[in-house]
């Protein structure tokens, strides 16, 4: 009877055992997730901080101009004119003459 007793009881510690393992791991990974997703988050970040408004060909600042409704981005070194994401498209739907005197304005001439 005792020994019907302890193996229950062995079956019950060993049960018990695999549940706080398993619980235990899942918990690691979950962390480990979370650890993965906050470095990445830093780095993209640090990159940011880097890279965010310099000129892409000689690494000077770049000033934000307001042009004709549209923010353009101009280097403050070296001139260039960059656009981004749907600035263009603006510019091109404006009327022909209006549009050839914006890119006169924008490059200076």
Do not use: S
């Not at 695999?18 to 640090?46: C, D, N, P, V």
Request: hydrophobic share 30%; aromatic share 8%.
């Amino acid at each position: 009877m005792v020994e019907i007793d302890r193996n229950r009881e062995d079956d019950w510690f060993r049960q018990n055992e695999k549940q706080l393992i398993e619980t235990a791991r899942e918990a690691r990974m979950k962390r480990e997730k979370e650890r993965a997703a906050h470095e990445k988050e830093g780095e993209r970040r640090r990159l940011k901080e880097l890279h965010f408004m310099k000129c892409p060909k000689c690494g000077h600042d770049l000033r934000e101009e307001d042009f004709q409704a549209v923010k353009i981005d101009r280097c403050t070194f070296c001139e260039g004119v960059y656009l981004d994401a749907g600035e263009l498209e603006t510019l091109f739907l404006r009327k022909e003459d209006e549009r050839r005197n914006a890119f006169r304005r924008i490059l200076g001439l």
